[in-house]
């Protein structure tokens, strides 16, 4: 009986595992069928997309930057055809393992290694990636070879040169590898495979027009990789060429000579805002930014004490001292607080009323009386500080800020500072103090908390030449498609200074002008073998201030704490067409070390005007 009831058991419970089997396999069958309709039926279009992109991938064509000119179709920047080392990272089995044979081939070094894990992550796995740029003839050659490395290949691509090196780099600035900042900055689709963005100057402020369009091209390979075929869906468009406004003769000029000095050198056509001339010293090689500066390019100039980076035209604020005092005197006959008679005594200093301490002219035994010309002409400080204490620091501001100072000039290129045009508000919110009278005698000189950047006072120079235009100064002037005709750029129009009496700005001019042809003008050893007429006035501005009694030697004090050397000026008087601004840092002298230095610059200008006149 127990056997009997044991095999019933036994064939129910495998029978029992006969059901569940069946049920298991019938479950297994429908999930399958589901899966296999699922793959063919229902996402049949999607997967086969997908087999066709192992054989068929769309990629970015990268358009040709555009060229950069001088005004005289001098090529500033350009564009070379070059080679890179690129992985395509599908491609490639273990790429740790060959970005380390690579280097053992010395095809690459470690920075190599470093900026591709750095970068990849902006591309997606079928893309190029570049890993090694702007290889030698001789690096092409031995890589095609002995090429080892599937997934690792040479491509051509254009390489930004700027051929003149270090010249002209504060205003065309330059390009350098995207990074990830950039990348949120720029439209993603355009920006697709863009290895360089522009960083400063001209390069960054114009970036759109020399990126140009971005491409599409659909490529095909075969199962060992090869490309057998390229399809151009939609063709790159090449960036913009720009012509700037500068001359390449006189910004050479200039830096030739600054050579071995802190300052700048600003130059800009009084009859449009066209920026002639934009230097600042030291300056730097662009081209090392390229591809990726070295460690030792990036350490020389991090750790100059010059700051060779700091563009000195836009971002350097100097204390203007006397090349605002044209534009005070102009102040004082506006409102009235002057005429052209006015005059004082100078005995070689000024005091306010009930104050001990003196301020000091410039030349201590005095200039005797001096009325507004002479003033302007002499530099004479006591006329000056007069003036000032009468006007009061109210008016005085007034007056300044008509020409623009303490604003930004609003030029074509990032980074420029708008520098202090100080009054009673200002020194509240930023100082929390009051203000005192001897603040305004040393505004009315251009000491004190007032500063200025060079292109500031060129600016204001060139609307005291051309009687009131205040002109927003612009470097881009044409710019071209390719294949198409030049295009002017629409110059800005300026506002234009409220005149009270033109006969005031001519006395003031009149002043400028005697600076250089009276025989008691500051800047009077620029009139010999002039060939132009010019008006200017020459500047040396306080590094740090001295007591009231401190007599300023120049020897004994460290260079850096030396006076900055200044000019402005402007030519033809008649009929001006240019106006300069000087700023020498630690130079002393005005008159005689920046006021030379515009003189050289300004004959630039003028012997080529000549050529031109006498080739017509």
Do not use: C
Request: hydrophobic share 35%.
């Amino acid at each position: 009986m127990d056997s009997i009831s044991n095999t019933q058991l036994e064939n129910t419970l495998l029978s029992s595992r006969l059901k569940l089997a069946l049920v298991f396999i019938f479950l297994l069958t429908l999930l399958l069928l589901v899966r296999i309709y699922n793959l063919q039926v229902v996402h049949h279009e999607y997967y086969q997309e997908e087999s066709l992109g192992n054989q068929m991938r769309t990629l970015p064509i990268i358009p040709s930057r555009g060229k950069i000119f001088d005004r005289n179709g001098q090529i500033l920047a350009t564009n070379k055809l070059t080679y890179q080392l690129t992985l395509t990272p599908e491609k490639v089995g273990n790429i740790s393992k060959t970005l380390i044979g690579l280097e053992k081939q010395g095809f690459i070094d470690q920075e190599d290694i470093q900026l591709y894990y750095k970068n990849r992550k902006r591309f997606r796995k079928f893309h190029n990636i570049p890993v090694k740029l702007n290889l030698s003839e001789q690096q092409v050659a031995k890589f095609l070879v002995s090429n080892q490395f599937p997934g690792v290949d040479i491509e051509p691509y254009f390489h930004r040169v700027y051929p003149h090196n270090a010249s002209s780099v504060h205003a065309l600035g330059y390009v350098s590898r995207m990074s990830k900042k950039d990348k949120a900055l720029y439209d993603k689709r355009n920006y697709s495979g863009t290895l360089f963005v522009g960083k400063v100057g001209i390069e960054k402020q114009y970036e759109s027009l020399l990126h140009g369009q971005t491409g599409l091209k659909q490529i095909e390979r075969n199962v060992s990789g090869r490309v057998i075929d390229t399809q151009i869906i939609t063709p790159a468009i090449a960036g913009q060429n720009l012509y700037l406004s500068l001359d390449l003769d006189m910004q050479k000029k200039a830096e030739e000579l600054l050579k071995g000095k802190r300052g700048a050198i600003v130059a800009i056509d009084t009859r449009n805002g066209e920026v002639l001339a934009l230097v600042s010293t030291p300056i730097y090689n662009p081209n090392w930014f390229v591809n990726g500066i070295s460690h030792a390019n990036y350490n020389s100039l991090q750790s100059s004490s010059d700051i060779p980076q700091l563009n000195r035209t836009v971002q350097g604020l100097y204390p203007p001292a006397s090349t605002i005092k044209p534009m005070v005197a102009l102040a004082g006959l506006e409102q009235g607080t002057i005429d052209n008679q006015s005059s004082v005594f100078d005995r070689g200093y000024y005091q306010l009323p009930g104050v001990k301490r003196k301020f000091h002219n410039w030349d201590r035994n005095g200039h005797g009386r001096v009325n507004v010309t002479d003033a302007i002409a002499r530099s004479n400080d006591v006329f000056f500080y007069d003036l000032a204490n009468k006007m009061g620091i109210d008016n005085l501001h007034n007056g300044l800020n008509l020409f623009n100072f303490g604003q930004k000039t609003g030029i074509d290129i990032p980074g420029e500072q708008g520098g202090i045009l100080p009054s009673k508000s200002w020194k509240k919110i930023n100082k929390n103090e009051p203000w005192y009278k001897g603040e305004t005698l040393n505004t009315g000189i251009g000491q004190g908390f007032m500063t200025s950047s060079p292109l500031q006072l060129a600016v204001a120079t060139a609307a005291l030449a051309n009687k009131g235009q205040l002109l927003k100064p612009i470097l881009l002037k044409n710019t071209q498609l390719l294949g198409q005709s030049i295009t002017e750029v629409k110059k800005a129009v300026g506002r234009q200074i409220p005149i009270h009496d033109i006969k005031n700005w001519e006395t003031v001019i009149d002043g400028m002008r005697q600076v250089i042809y009276s025989p008691k003008g500051t800047a009077r050893r620029l009139n010999n073998k002039l060939g132009y007429t010019l008006a200017g006035k020459t500047g040396t501005a306080q590094v740090f201030g001295l007591d009231a009694e401190e007599v300023y030697i120049a020897e004994k004090l460290e260079e850096k704490l030396r006076d900055h050397a200044l000019f402005t000026g402007f030519a033809p008087i008649e009929n001006p067409q240019i106006a300069i601004a000087v700023v020498v840092e630690n130079a002393g002298s005005g008159s005689s070390k920046a006021a030379p230095l515009a003189r050289q610059v300004l004959d630039v200008y003028f012997n080529k005007h000549l050529d031109n006149e006498l080739a017509q």
